[in-house]
């Protein structure tokens, strides 16, 4: 299962900021929150990824709460090409410590012109 | 340069039928994987390998049998085909989880399987 909840659905004007939610109340300390995006009919698409930290990159900032019960990533100034479905994802540890990726059903984000 | 290729895009089969997707990648990464993608739009993993070695072995059907001939390709062998199996499978790559503890994996554009 799943171990963050988002909204199943957001809609955004174009050039204005998008602020997308994710919960993930029971993560651990040795647990990274990512963000993936995938444009329709496409793969996936790495955003960023954080552990305590805010952090950003040329993509989007992401801002991670002091407990990391939840995070939110913005996108400073949307586009039409930034309409895809963002997944909110906790790194999961498995056996001899290597980690996978949990996958929820994300949020599906429209920018309107 | 396309960074994590899969060979086909498309491929649609009769049930019953043997039939291998392939992948490769050219970032020099030490891990790849197969996620599945159903029709309501989970995506989740089936397989891992670190260096050619399997890693992760989710709860798949032994019919599937993922193979690596070397640390840069990973191909998806599926024998027997059934209905159930008609969705997007996402080969992916990234470097070691292990030593970093965190890395972006890389996908390639999926393979839209058809089963007939």
């Known amino acids: 299962d799943a171990k963050t909840t988002q ?14 939610p994710c919960n993930h109340s029971t993560i651990s300390g040795n647990e990274y929150v ?11 698409q790495y955003i960023i990824h954080g552990l305590k930290n805010n952090e950003t990159n040329e993509m989007a900032s992401l801002i991670i709460t002091e407990d990391r019960k939840s995070s939110t ?22 056996a001899g410590n290597n980690r996978k990726l949990i996958w929820g059903l994300g949020t599906s984000l429209a920018v309107n012109p | ?36 993608q159903d029709s309501k739009k989970f995506l989740k993993i089936m397989f891992s390998y670190n ?8 709860t798949v059907p032994n019919r599937f049998s993922p193979k690596s001939p070397d640390k840069a390709h990973l191909n998806l062998h599926i024998n027997s085909l059934e209905l159930g199996d008609s969705a997007v499978y996402f080969c ?3 470097q070691d989880w292990a030593r970093q503890g965190a890395a972006e994996a890389f996908f390639g554009q999926g393979t839209r399987l058809t089963v007939v």
Do not use: F
């Open chain 2, 1 to 36: 340069d396309t960074a994590v290729s899969q060979t086909p895009k498309y491929l649609v089969t009769q049930m019953g039928n043997d039939k291998s997707i392939k992948c490769e990648q050219n970032l020099g990464h030490d891990t790849m994987y197969w996620y599945k």
């Open chain 1, 7 to 20: 909204p199943p659905s957001m809609d955004c004007a174009e050039g204005r900021a998008a602020n997308l």
């Open chain 2, 92 to 94: 992916a790559s990234s």
């Open chain 1, 34 to 44: 990512y963000w993936y995006r995938q444009i329709h009919s496409q793969g996936p």
């Open chain 1, 73 to 94: 990533l913005i996108l400073p100034h949307a586009t039409l090409r930034d309409t895809a479905v963002y997944y909110c994802i906790v790194s999961h540890p498995n």
């Open chain 2, 51 to 58: 260096n050619k070695e399997l890693i992760i072995n989710e």
